[in-house]
């Protein structure tokens, strides 16, 4: 039904199988791929041409997508759309501009991601030059949300997680260092560092941030 009133390429992927289920006629019509070669090759077809500079980034940023989509509420999973701006070829070999929107299109009877909705169009923005862009959608809340310039940066130790799970809880830095057997200074000491590996300046924005990619809960 979207090939029909949509003027996007569609297709629906089975996480479980690692494999396209359908892939829309409009790639062919807008970006001239072999749908049927798709099929044959499967993800390599497509991972060959993105551009290699995007390829890590673009693996990279899915699959912390689909962890921090994995640990939301079964109810939620649905809310969030990961958004990609990167360079691929088109049939010609000329590397153009793409839009790429996915999301979770329906879950297992676990609750988890099963197959997924990918919507491709070209981009508006057509600067070649410019690497991988991205940020996830709450579309049902209507809030936006960027990651990080490295996701690795917000990879938080056990204890600055614990800490954060904390404050989130209301605690000040005095009633955390008592449930932690701490001193003060090392309770701000570790605040200082979430605020700099979450790249924010309160910690309010350091609690969104890290429940939006599943970092506490």
Known sequence: ML????????SIFDLY???????????ETIFGYNISKAHEEGNEYFDKKV????????????SYFLKVAYALPAEEKKDYKLINDYRIQNAEGKYI??????QALELDKHGN????????????????SL?????????????LYHFPDSIKEVNLSKREKEILRLISDGLISKEIADNLFISVHTVN?????????????????AIKI???YGLIF
């Open 210 to 212: 890290a429940k939006t």
């Open 113 to 128: 991601v099963w197959l997924a909705l990918c919507v491709m169009d070209l981009s508006p923005n057509q600067d070649i």
């Open 189 to 205: 000491t570790h605040r200082q560092k979430i605020l700099e590996k979450l790249d924010v300046t309160n910690s309010y924005e």
């Open 97 to 102: 501009r793409v839009i790429e929107q996915f």
């Open 3 to 10: 090939n029909v009133i949509e003027n996007s390429a569609i």
């Open 131 to 143: 690497p991988l862009q991205n940020k996830v959608i709450n579309f049902k809340k209507g809030e």
């Open 17 to 27: 199988q690692q494999k396209h289920l359908y892939l829309s006629s409009r790639f």
């Open 51 to 62: 551009h290699p500079d995007d390829f890590l980034a673009a693996m990279e940023i899915a």
